[in-house]
């Protein structure tokens, strides 16, 4: 295997835990969250130099609704910040954004502004992929609903319309917090993709985390169903 084989060039992460860090430390959820905030901050401003062409971070789910009415406001409005404050830097360092999702179906205004985000950074090399709105399996339901429409449903007519469509294909995927699950994340993408599963609550992993689930990956062998 050579060397670029063996380099993970899609990652995706299930940033979890940041409730029960808050927690431990006696503070608001709302806390955990802005905390998962820099830690987002911390690793796209790391990725040069580690071979990563996307990162995907399942940002929030479809199932997130089910949460208090606060504590999704919170999210929401993380989000505008997180918008508004770092796209100039995305667009200063090359990053391109790409969502998947129903996103579509968030409030008028961060829809606005995601689709600002998309144009913007449209010419990027370097992709960074957040999940808004969105669920594994409604994914495949979509996308099997379109290729139906355009024809024969097969297996490249559903790749070609998941909403990760256009990205690598996914390599590695890292959960934190120390749960072992996908939470309907990625489940067609995750077929093949090794997978990593953490303590770390996720306002505590750092780019150096990171960097030892890339040295991990390297070290694994795929067989992708072979011998």
């Given at each position: 295997m050579?060397?670029?084989?063996?380099?993970?060039?899609?990652?995706?992460?299930?940033?979890?835990?940041?409730?029960?860090?808050a927690?431990?430390?006696?503070?608001?959820?709302?806390?955990g969250?802005?905390?998962?905030?820099?830690?987002?901050?911390?690793?796209?401003?790391?990725?040069?130099g580690?071979?990563?062409e996307?990162?995907?971070?399942?940002?929030?789910?479809?199932?997130?609704w089910?949460?208090?009415?606060?504590?999704?406001?919170?999210?929401?409005?993380?989000m505008?910040?997180?918008?508004k404050?770092d796209?100039?830097?995305?667009?200063?360092?090359?990053?391109?954004?790409?969502?998947?999702?129903?996103?579509?179906?968030?409030?008028?205004?961060?829809?606005?502004?995601?689709?600002?985000?998309?144009?913007?950074?449209?010419?990027?090399?370097?992709?960074?992929?957040?999940a808004?709105n969105?669920?594994?399996?409604?994914?495949?339901v979509?996308?099997?609903?379109?290729?139906a429409?355009?024809?024969?449903?097969?297996?490249?007519?559903?790749?070609?319309?998941?909403?990760?469509?256009g990205?690598?294909?996914?390599?590695?995927?890292?959960?934190?917090?120390?749960?072992?699950?996908?939470?309907?994340?990625?489940?067609w993408?995750?077929?093949?993709?090794?997978?990593?599963?953490?303590?770390?609550?996720?306002?505590?992993?750092t780019?150096?985390?990171?960097?030892?689930?890339?040295?991990?990956?390297?070290?694994?062998?795929?067989?992708?169903?072979?011998?």
């Amino acid at each position: 295997m050579s060397e670029a084989d063996s380099r993970a060039r899609h990652v995706a992460i299930i940033m979890d835990g940041n409730g029960r860090w808050a927690k431990r430390r006696h503070l608001p959820r709302a806390m955990g969250h802005r905390q998962g905030v820099e830690a987002v901050r911390r690793l796209v401003r790391s990725l040069e130099g580690t071979g990563i062409e996307c990162l995907t971070l399942y940002a929030f789910s479809s199932e997130n609704w089910k949460r208090s009415e606060d504590e999704v406001d919170d999210l929401m409005d993380l989000m505008r910040k997180f918008i508004k404050s770092d796209l100039p830097e995305f667009i200063a360092n090359d990053v391109k954004l790409h969502i998947l999702g129903d996103w579509r179906a968030l409030a008028p205004d961060i829809v606005a502004m995601l689709e600002d985000a998309l144009e913007k950074t449209s010419g990027g090399s370097r992709t960074i992929a957040v999940a808004l709105n969105y669920g594994g399996q409604a994914e495949i339901v979509h996308a099997a609903r379109a290729a139906a429409a355009q024809g024969e449903i097969t297996q490249e007519s559903i790749e070609a319309n998941l909403f990760s469509a256009g990205l690598p294909p996914l390599d590695l995927l890292i959960r934190t917090s120390g749960e072992v699950r996908l939470s309907n994340f990625l489940l067609w993408q995750a077929a093949y993709a090794e997978m990593l599963f953490v303590d770390t609550l996720w306002p505590d992993f750092t780019p150096e985390h990171l960097q030892q689930a890339l040295d991990d990956f390297t070290n694994r062998e795929r067989r992708f169903g072979g011998r």
